[in-house]
Nanobody, 118 residues
């Protein structure tokens, strides 16, 4: 059974930092492109950042320079370090795992709430 379990969300003041974690189980982690997505109330889910097994990263323009995605293949873990948080970063953040190739798969976590407010 595939499980992506996010943690680390919460309430933080503007300018603050949070670190999200995603623990994966039931998948061959190092075969997957991992990513963080977010969905704010009334908006569509959007890409935040992705990272390949080899460590190549991609960021949304809105978080470039403030957020850092990383992964630990040995621990089957994905991280998102979020600095200089803004109120517009408020959203539910989702962990995602995608397998490309002959056999494809796409898995989502249940999400963790991040609220940036004074």
């Amino acid at each position: 059974q595939v499980q992506l379990l996010e943690s680390g969300g919460g309430l933080v003041q503007p300018g603050g930092s949070l670190r999200l974690s995603c623990a994966a189980s039931g998948i061959t982690f190092n075969m997957y492109v991992m990513g963080w997505y977010r969905q704010a109330p009334g908006k569509q889910r959007e890409l935040v950042a992705t990272i390949t097994s080899g460590g190549n990263t991609n960021y949304a323009d809105s978080v470039q320079g403030r957020f850092t995605i990383s992964r630990d293949n040995a621990k089957k873990a994905l991280y998102l370090q979020m600095n200089s948080l803004k109120p517009e970063d408020t959203a539910v953040y989702y962990c995602n795992a995608i397998l490309y190739g002959t056999v494809r798969a796409n898995y989502w976590g249940q999400g963790t709430q991040v609220t940036v407010s004074s």
